[in-house]
């Protein structure tokens, strides 16, 4: 057959950003349709491409398949773990293999219901390119060649904005430290996909990118359609779709019962209605071998049409709004009283429910893949379930489209979060979806955002988020503000915008067919900027600024230094000394290397406990007037030790005991019984304690100490003075003795 005919080895070269993209076919993995070995300085990636023969049956849509994987040996690394061996797909390689789908799904022709297989395998790795990117351009390289029915090529590029230069292509290093990252999926004239995280950039600024991304792809896409001439196979396809007229005619007798429907703006009543007119249409058709679901179909495609034509006739949308018409906003905060900040956005029969987690350093989710290895301090956690769309179903542990939904939230957000040094907390966000009838991802952002302040995470910026929608039929086009359900799913597009005042932090585009120019985006933006600036000042109605206090049950911090040579004291041999006092206190407490120590604790006296072990056990000075309660350990002639849990014992001198003489102390104390003492300073790097000056105004022991530690100076220069004295005295007389030595031995 001709899709397995084989072809010689074939090589495009092209610039690639940097560096220079090598597609190659032919040798590698040649019992697939398609194989691309796709080659940028030391990073490949091998993509390959499987077209089932045969539509399955019963199929309304493209089974397409994405998977996208990262080998460890790539970057010469072990996967960690007690198996040694790569196993769940990572979250970075489901949103990779997601930006692959997004970006290849729309190319297909309609009706072409064949199982489709896309697996791109990253061989070998070079922080200065990223296998991203070369895996989106080698995958749709591999579908060209494969005989697959398309409706066009396109091609991808990232680009990047580091300190208002303009990178394509960036390395890895150069899109961590960029302002803005920007992926973007095309034909030669319309946008395909588009994926971008951005530092609150203005739509202006976007729109010059934008058209930097479209102008390297064209390109792109000129090289693969040569390679297609070239090498491309042949497929021979077919649908399984079969059209029962008498049922389709049967279904548009009740077209005036489906514009009904589409008025009614509540979707819990408007799909109780399309169920029963369902019913209705089936009682009807005279076809037994007819089932409901047959029926619904066809009620969708009817429902389909006629919304489509309400919108770019101007008839009205969904539930009657007008394109631009945003559904109505409730919004509230601090809905739960144990969590450490909560909210709850409603727009529409859109519901989220968001809670704020505040940790310490240790809480952090620690990320280990070929790229990299961190401790991720901010996680937005994104769920959906069954009940939310009114139906039931198995939980299971988050699927592709949950984690793709939560990290476009988190981008949006992460753009406004504080630095580490302003707001030392791991922060985690828990969005649950609670109703849904579109743009929950942009519901969530909202929520998030709202329970982040509630929680007092000084935020720099509120963001909110919209999802935008286009019908576009011929030459009449319509752009739909804050889109419905239908409006998602029949539209051409979904286009989501989410930012501040001052400008867009995340986007995201995905497109049914390759048909938005680059025009009608920029005017997509300007109208999600108006709808967004609106949700925003419902929201600023409800809090408007990050709370001044943490909750109560949030873990307080404090931060102090140690000398780095007391590190080791610190921690103890194996850890033992930290984590003991972590068992006492039950603080968390965390040291890097430059000294820095953090203690963290819910209780306000467990931080100031674990405060005071470590000064104790490091030496630290602690500040005068600090109050101790301590047990007397043991008892000498010239003073007491007691254990006021420093650590180590503290150490009170007699004469700081008591205002009146003191000759013997066991007079006074005994071991075991309680007494309250004072930190009056410090002498010799040690730590001095008073009985005596508990009652003592703070600023009266800090004069005093002045005093002592002046003395001392004085004394200390009175003493040396001598010392030189009595060592010049001392050397005389060695002199002198050693001159009558001399002398008396010379008279003999």
Same mark, same amino acid.
């Given at each position: 057959m001709e899709r397995f005919k084989k072809t010689g080895l074939y090589e495009k070269s092209l610039q690639f950003g940097s560096g220079t993209l090598v597609l190659q076919s032919g040798k590698i993995a040649k019992q697939s349709d398609g194989a691309i070995l796709a080659t940028v300085g030391d990073t490949v990636v091998l993509n390959t491409v499987v077209l089932g023969k045969e539509p399955l049956a019963s199929c309304n849509f493209l089974p397409l398949s994405v998977h996208y994987r990262e080998m460890f040996s790539a970057a010469g690394k072990f996967?960690?773990?007690?198996?040694?061996?790569?196993?769940?797909?990572?979250?970075r390689e489901v949103l990779i293999s997601r930006l692959i789908d997004?970006?290849?799904?729309?190319?297909?022709?309609?009706?072409?219901?064949?199982?489709?297989?896309?697996?791109?395998?990253?061989?070998?790795?070079?922080?200065?390119?990223?296998?991203?990117?070369?895996?989106?351009?080698?995958?749709?390289?591999?579908?060209?060649?494969?005989?697959?029915?398309?409706?066009g090529i396109s091609g991808a590029v990232r680009v990047a904005k580091l300190d208002k230069e303009v990178i394509v292509n960036p390395s890895i290093q150069q899109i961590k430290a960029s302002d803005v990252n920007l992926v973007v999926s095309a034909t030669h004239r319309e946008i395909v996909m588009i994926e971008s995280e951005a530092k609150e950039v203005k739509e202006d600024d976007l729109s010059s990118l934008l058209k930097t991304a479209m102008d390297s792809i064209a390109h792109i896409v000129d090289c693969m359609e040569e390679m297609k001439k070239e090498i491309g196979k042949?497929?021979?396809?077919?649908?399984?779709?079969?059209?029962?007229?008498?049922?389709?005619?049967?279904?548009?007798?009740?077209?005036?019962?489906?514009?009904e429907g589409l008025n009614i703006s509540c979707k819990y009543e408007r799909v109780g209605y399309f169920e029963l007119l369902s019913r209705e249409i089936l009682e009807k058709c005279q076809d037994d071998d007819v089932s409901l679901s047959d029926v619904k179909k066809d009620v969708e495609k009817l429902l389909k049409s006629i919304m489509r034509d309400n919108v770019i006739e101007g008839r009205g949308r969904i539930g009657g709004r007008n394109n631009t018409e945003i559904r109505e906003i409730e919004c509230e905060s601090g809905i739960f009283p144990r969590t450490h900040g909560s909210a709850l956005f409603t727009r529409g029969d859109t519901q989220v429910i968001a809670t704020v987690t505040l940790g310490t350093e240790d809480d952090g989710q620690i990320i280990?893949?070929?790229?990299?290895?961190?401790?991720?301090?901010?996680?937005?956690?994104?769920?959906?379930?069954?009940?939310?769309?009114?139906?039931?179903g198995a939980l299971r542990a988050p699927g592709r489209r949950e984690i793709g939904h939560g990290q476009l939230a988190r981008k949006a957000i992460n753009a406004v979060m504080p630095s580490k040094e302003q707001f030392p907390y791991t922060v985690r966000v828990c969005a649950d979806v609670t109703e849904s009838d579109g743009s929950s991802s942009q519901a969530t952002i909202c929520a998030g955002i709202l329970s982040l302040m509630d929680a007092g995470v000084p935020i720099k910026s509120m963001i909110a988020g919209i999802a935008m929608g286009m019908v576009q039929e011929k030459d009449k086009l319509a752009i739909l503000s804050d889109i419905a359900h239908e409006e998602d799913s029949f539209g051409d597009i979904d286009f989501k915008v989410a930012g501040s005042v001052e400008g867009v932090t995340a986007l995201q585009l995905d497109s049914k067919l390759p048909c938005l120019t680059l025009d009608t985006l920029i005017t997509? #933006?300007?109208? !999600? =900027? %108006?709808?967004?600036?609106?949700?925003?000042?419902?929201?600023?109605?409800?809090?408007?600024?990050?709370r001044e206090?943490?909750?109560?049950?949030?873990?307080?911090?404090?931060? #102090?230094?140690? !000398? =780095? %040579?007391?590190?080791?004291?610190?921690?103890g041999p194996g850890g033992k000394v930290i984590r003991d006092i972590c068992e006492k206190t039950g603080a968390k407490i965390n040291v890097n290397d430059d000294g820095v120590v953090t203690v963290a604790a819910v209780d306000a006296a467990a931080v100031e406990k674990a405060i005071l072990m470590i000064r104790g056990v490091t030496g630290a000075s602690a500040e005068i007037g600090t109050k101790f309660e301590g047990r007397i350990v043991k008892i000498i002639d010239s003073g007491i030790f007691?254990?006021?849990?420093?650590?180590?014992?503290?150490?009170?001198?007699?004469?700081?005991?008591?205002?009146?003489?003191?000759?013997d102390l066991r007079d006074c104390f005994s071991e075991g019984e309680k007494v309250n003492m004072v930190v009056i300073g410090e002498d010799r790097g040690r730590v001095r304690f008073s009985i005596k000056d508990y009652d003592v105004e703070v600023s009266v022991l800090i004069e005093k100490n002045k005093r002592k530690r002046s003395r001392n100076s004085e004394h200390g220069k009175n003493d040396q003075s001598g010392k030189f004295e009595r060592s010049r005295k001392r050397m005389r007389n060695e002199h002198w003795k050693r001159d009558k030595a001399e002398e008396k031995f010379k008279n003999r």
């Open positions: 996967p960690g773990g007690f198996l040694k061996r790569e196993g769940k797909i990572s979250d997004r970006a290849l799904r729309p190319m297909f022709e309609d009706h072409f219901f064949h199982e489709v297989q896309i697996i791109s395998h990253v061989l070998s790795y070079d922080p200065n390119f990223d296998p991203a990117m070369i895996a989106m351009v080698g995958a749709s390289a591999a579908l060209s060649i494969s005989g697959a029915p398309l409706v042949e497929f021979i396809w077919r649908s399984n779709t079969v059209q029962d007229v008498e049922r389709v005619n049967l279904a548009q007798a009740f077209e005036h019962r489906v514009q280990g893949n070929v790229i990299d290895d961190y401790r991720e301090s901010f996680m937005l956690h994104y769920s959906f379930p069954p009940f939310a769309a009114g139906e039931c997509a #933006l300007s109208q !999600a =900027k %108006d709808g967004r600036l609106h949700i925003l000042s419902k929201m600023k109605n409800t809090i408007s600024v990050p206090k943490l909750s109560r049950y949030a873990p307080s911090f404090h931060t #102090l230094n140690i !000398a =780095k %040579d007391s590190i080791k004291d610190l921690i007691v254990d006021c849990g420093m650590g180590k014992d503290a150490f009170v001198h007699i004469s700081e005991v008591s205002h009146s003489t003191v000759n």
